[in-house]
C-alpha cells in the first residue's frame, strides 16, 4: 500500500462514490482544493510527469474503502486476548472499570502496529487510517472494547504509547468513577443507612416505584431530602445489581433455588443397571384432541434410559402402570426415588412397591433438586419433543400468549397456521410418538453424564444380573386397581359391596375383613385378599355385572356356603362328642392345682396329622389359580363341585389358635417376649379375632380346622 497516489492510480482503485477516471480526479482534487496544500503535494517522479497527492487528503470512509482494499480487516480478538495474558500479572489493585479500560487500550495499539506493519506504512499515517476506520465501525472489536474506548484520534494513541512505554501498561488503566464512586448522599448518608433501608424496601415489596421509595427515604432519614429522583434510580439500579442474588432469595425463592443456590453436580452414586429409578410426572405442553394429558416420566439413574407413560388425569394408578411398563421392559429396579405427589405417596402405589419388595425414597418437600435427573428428563421432553407435535401450547404464559397472537393474525390475513395449538393426536397416538422418541431419539443420543456414551450403550454394555418377573399374572394382579377408598371391605351376609353392589364370596365367612382388587378387564369380578394382601381368599362375583341371573348366582352362593359350613359342623360335632363332662372337670382342677403348685405338667405326645384335603391345598398354594362362578346353565346341577379354598402358610384359622395358645400362657403366669406381646395386643383389637372366637365359642374346636 502506497503513501502518494497520482490520479491514474486513484481512478484504478475504483473507490465508492469517487471519479472513476483519471480526468475526474484532476477536477476533483482542483474542485476540493487540494492543489494548495503544499505539504500534501508533489510533482511525480519519472516518465509523464504529473502530480502525486498524499493519501491524508482523501476523505474518511475514502481513506478506510482504501486501507480495506489493500491490508483487509483488522481483528482485535487475537490483540485483546494477547494484551489480557500480558496484563494479567501487572497492577492488582485496579478496579475493574480501570482494568478493562487498560486492557481496551492495549488492544487497539496492538492493532495499530499490526496496520503499520501490515501496510507497509509510517506509524503516523497508520494511526490516522486505523482511527478512521475504527470510529467508522469497520474494524471486528468486541463489545467490551467498544464500550471502554467509544471514540479515538491519532493523539489518544501517540499519548497510550507514550504511557506504556515510561509508565507502565497500568497507567493506561481509567476509572472515571473511582474518585465519587460510594461517596454519594443517598450512598454514604448515615453511614450507609440509606442504602441498607433501599435494601430492606425493595426486598419487602419489589413493585414500589422510585417515586415511593423516595418518599419513604425522605421520611425516615430527613437529611437526604435534597437528593434528585434521578439519584435515588440509579442508586436503586445499583442494588439491584449488586445484590441480585440477595433480593431473589428473599422475593423469589423458587427462582433462587433453580438459579442460584450450590447444588454441585447432583449425582446419585450407583454402581450397576436397575440400582435406582426416578419418576416424576408433568402436564405435557401439548393438547390432544381428548384434552391435555399429563405425562410420567421414569429414569435408570445409571444408564439414563427413559421410560415414559402418557395418562389422562394424575393419578395413583398411572404410577403403577408405568412401573409396569418400566419393569417389562428393563426388570425390577431396587429402589425408586419419588417427590411427596399424592399419586406417588397414595396407599396403593406404597403397597405396589412393598409387594415388589421396591425401596422407597421421598424428596424433602419442596425440594425438586434432589430428583434432579428425572426433573432434567421432564425439561429435555417438553423442549426436544413437545414442540414438533401438533398441537403444542407453548412452555409458559408467555409462549402461549405469542401463540395465539400468531394464530389469531393468520386468520386475519385469512391463512390456516397448521402450529397454532390444533391438536391431532389423541393420547393413545401420543403415547405412540413418546415411545418412539425415548427409544429412538433419546437412548442413542450422547449423554453429558455418561461422559458423551448413550443410554442405550451403557444398559448395553452392563454384564451384571438383572431381576426379571416371570409370573406376569401375579404382576397384573398387584397392578390391579383396588376398590374405592382404601380397598379394604367387611363381607356379609349379601356379600362384599363395591360402588353401591353387591359381589357374592362364598368362600369367605361373613365378619371377616378382607381387600379387594377389581379386575381391569370384567366390572363384574373382584378378587379378596387378607387384609394384609399376603393370602389370597378367592373372588367375588357380582351376578348383574357379570351378566348372571341374580337369583341363580345367590342360590348356588348359598348351597356353597350351607356345604362348607356342614362339613365343619360334622367335624365339629364330632370333637364334641369326644370331650366328656369329666374332662372339663379334671382340665379346671388340673389346672387349679397347678397354679398351686401341686403339680408338674410333662409334655405330651403328638404326631403329625394331615389329610388329602390339606395336602391338595397345600399343592395349590403354589399356583393359585381363580374359579368363577358356575354360569346360569350350571345352576341347576346339583353335582356342581365347590371351589377350592385356596390356604397359604397361615390363615386365619392357625392366627386365632396361636392367639389362644398364648393367652394360655398368660393365664398360666408364663411371660411373653416382647414380640409375642405387642402381636398379641394388636391381634385382639381387630375383627378377625372376634369373628374367630364367637365361631369357636359356639363350634369350638370344628371352627379352627
Known sequence: MRDWLSAQNLASLALPGLPASERGWRDYAEREGWLARKDKVRARQGRGGGLEFHIDLLPPATLAAYVAKHVGAVDLKAECFASLETSAAQDAQLTLPAAESRDARLALLAA???????????????????????????????????LACPKISPRSLRRWRSLKSYQGISRLGVDKGAARRGKGALESGEQGKVRAFLLAAIAKQPHLTSDHLKALCEDRFPSIKGVSLRSLQRLRAKIEREDKVLLTKATNPDAFKSKYRLTGSNSHPVSRLNELWQIDASPADVMCVDGRHSVYLCVD???????????????????????????????????????NGSDFTAKSTQRLFAALGIEVELSRPFQPQEKGHVERAVRTFQHDLAPLIAGFIGHNVADRKVIEERRAFSQRLGLDDAGAMKPQYAGAELQAICDEWAAGRYANRPHSGLNGATPF?????????????????????????????????????????????????????????????????????????????????????????????????????????????????????????????????????????????????????????????????????????????????????????????????????????????????????????????????????????????????????????
Open 301 to 339: 439413574i445409571f444408564s439414563r434410559r427413559l421410560i415414559v407413560y402418557v395418562s389422562k388425569t394424575p393419578r395413583a394408578e398411572a404410577v403403577a402402570l408405568l412401573i409396569r411398563r418400566a419393569i417389562l421392559a428393563w426388570g425390577v429396579p431396587e429402589r425408586v426415588h419419588t417427590d
Open 457 to 705: 450403550q451403557i444398559a448395553a454394555a452392563f454384564d451384571g444380573v438383572v431381576r426379571r418377573i416371570d409370573d406376569l399374572r401375579a404382576l397384573d394382579l398387584l397392578l390391579a386397581p383396588i376398590a374405592g377408598g382404601d380397598g379394604t371391605r367387611i363381607v356379609t351376609k349379601k356379600g362384599v359391596r363395591i360402588d353401591h353392589s353387591y359381589y357374592l364370596a362364598p368362600n369367605v365367612m361373613p365378619e371377616t375383613r378382607v381387600f379387594v382388587r377389581m379386575d381391569p378387564e370384567d366390572l363384574g369380578r373382584a378378587w379378596l385378599f387378607s387384609e394384609d394382601g399376603a393370602e389370597f381368599l378367592g373372588e367375588a362375583i357380582c351376578p348383574e355385572l357379570a351378566g348372571i341371573d341374580p337369583k341363580a348366582a345367590v342360590m348356588e352362593a348359598r348351597a356353597q356356603q350351607k356345604r362348607l359350613l356342614e362339613e365343619s359342623a360334622a367335624q365339629l360335632r364330632a370333637d364334641m362328642r369326644q370331650i366328656k363332662p369329666r374332662d372339663m372337670v379334671d382340665v379346671i382342677v388340673r389346672k387349679a392345682a397347678k397354679e398351686a403348685g401341686k403339680l408338674v405338667e410333662f409334655p405330651k405326645r403328638h404326631e403329625s396329622y394331615t389329610t388329602a384335603g390339606l395336602e391338595a391345598a397345600g399343592e395349590a398354594a403354589g399356583n393359585v389359580q381363580a374359579s368363577p362362578l358356575p354360569n346360569s346353565n350350571q345352576f341347576n346341577d346339583a353335582k356342581s363341585e365347590v371351589a377350592p379354598v385356596h390356604q397359604l402358610p397361615e390363615t386365619r384359622q392357625q392366627r386365632f389358635r396361636r392367639a389362644r395358645e398364648l393367652e394360655a400362657r398368660l393365664e398360666n403366669n408364663e411371660r411373653l417376649s416382647n414380640e409375642e406381646a405387642l402381636w398379641l395386643g394388636g391381634y385382639q383389637v381387630g375383627a378377625e379375632y372376634h369373628a374367630m372366637k364367637e365361631m369357636f365359642e359356639e363350634f369350638g374346636e370344628a371352627a379352627l380346622r
Open 112 to 146: 495499530a502496529d499490526r496496520l503499520a506493519r501490515d501496510g507497509n506504512l509510517s506509524r503516523t499515517t497508520a494511526d490516522r487510517l486505523f482511527v478512521a476506520r475504527y470510529n467508522l465501525a469497520k474494524i471486528d472489536v468486541e463489545t467490551w472494547v467498544l
